[in-house]
């Protein structure tokens, strides 16, 4: 259950990016995550929600966009989508394949709510 | 509402303080593996075997890895070596800034190889690089020969398999042979080594493998 620190990782980096006083203002923080990286987006989600009650993230959204696994293969070119993990051509049967998505564990975007300035 | 790009690694705090320990292991031409696997493989019979085999051939730092107790650090002290134990108090993994800490308790000048054994855990390890030459996973042959299908990301992060306690094999329903198969789906160049901590059995080889590698740092 290492979700509890990877939802710790993307807290920090939302620090690095959104000043303190408009933490509050972020809507929704897409993450990249692969299906051979790993991470079992279902926890993630769970982990993220458990550290923001009652911080100003509060309000925030954990949003995952899931990145399939994809082979490709060095002798018949063909890509494969297999099992994660899997590194035998589909094709060919050739295990002289590399991968071309599916470890991704990423933060792409931070979506903010625009600050309202007060009229004097 | 406005859109902040981010586009980077969640992990990349662990991967710079990793990559850190990886130059601290170069300058000091150290060969230091990774050892994972799920609990109870046999990591820590494996290290006693290779240090008693290695009978100070090779100078040999170790870090023990564990989520409470430090029963292995105590295992591994009776054959004078130098060793820290890190206890993660619940943690799954060690991280790469665990490893850091723990280095400064080494006099890295005076060691060849370096020895991390990780928390038994055969998920979580595989995301965090701790600097190390490469990882070792171990899988002993009463866990199933699906092991490797069915945690593949630790297969795929390693370089070495380590096939344990092949003593048993006439007791329990496995076939090494199938274990290799299955572990060379996910990664085809995986060197693989069978091994019995009662026995002794594939001790000397896996021993003869370090000492070629750690020969070939210090060159």
Redesign the interface.
């Known amino acids: ?2 979700e509890l ?2 939802a710790e ?2 807290i ?2 939302i620090h690095q ?2 000043a303190t006083e408009r933490l509050c203002t972020v ?1 929704s923080v897409t ?1 990249k995550v692969g299906t ?4 079992v987006s279902d926890s993630l989600e769970f982990s993220y929600q458990a550290i923001i009650a009652g911080t100003p993230l509060d309000q925030s959204r954990l949003s995952i966009e899931q990145i399939p696994f994809v082979i490709e293969c060095t002798e018949c070119s063909q890509q494969s989508y297999n099992e ?5 051509c589909t094709s060919c049967g050739s ?2 394949t590399k991968i071309l998505s599916g470890k991704e ?10 600050v309202v300035e007060e009229q004097t | ?11 990349e ?2 991967d710079e303080i990793a990559q850190r320990n990886r130059e601290l292991f170069a300058q000091h031409h150290l060969f230091v593996i990774n050892v994972v696997s799920s609990p109870g493989s046999g990591k820590t019979s494996l290290l006693e075997q290779t240090l008693k085999h290695l009978n100070g051939s090779l100078r040999v730092g170790v870090v023990e890895g564990d989520v409470q107790t430090d029963f292995d650090a105590q295992r591994v002290a009776k054959f004078n070596v130098p060793v820290v134990q890190i206890v993660t108090n619940g ?3 060690l ?1 790469a800034k665990l490893v850091n800490d723990a280095l400064s308790n080494f006099d890295l000048q005076n060691i060849d190889l370096l020895i991390i054994e990780n928390v038994g855990n055969l ?2 390890p ?3 690089d701790l600097g190390e030459t490469l990882k070792v996973v171990v899988v002993s042959t009463t866990e199933g020969d699906d092991k490797p ?1 069915k945690y ?2 630790m ?2 992060h390693s370089s070495v398999l380590i096939v344990n306690k092949i003593d048993l094999i006439p007791y329990v329903n496995s076939n090494p042979k199938v274990i290799r198969k299955n572990a ?5 160049s995986l060197k693989i080594f069978e091994t019995s901590c009662t026995t002794n059995k594939g001790i000397p080889e896996w021993c003869e493998w370090l000492k070629s590698q750690t020969v070939k740092r210090a060159d």
């Open positions: 259950m290492h620190s990877i990782s993307i920090d980096i990016y959104v809507r993450v051979f990286s790993g991470v994660p993990g899997m590194m035998q295990v002289r564990l990423q933060v792409k975007d931070i979506e903010l709510d625009d | 509402m406005s859109v902040v790009t981010i586009e980077r690694k969640v992990l705090k662990n943690g799954c993994h991280e998920v979580c595989a995301n965090y299908l593949p990301g297969f795929h060379l789906q996910i990664n085809p």
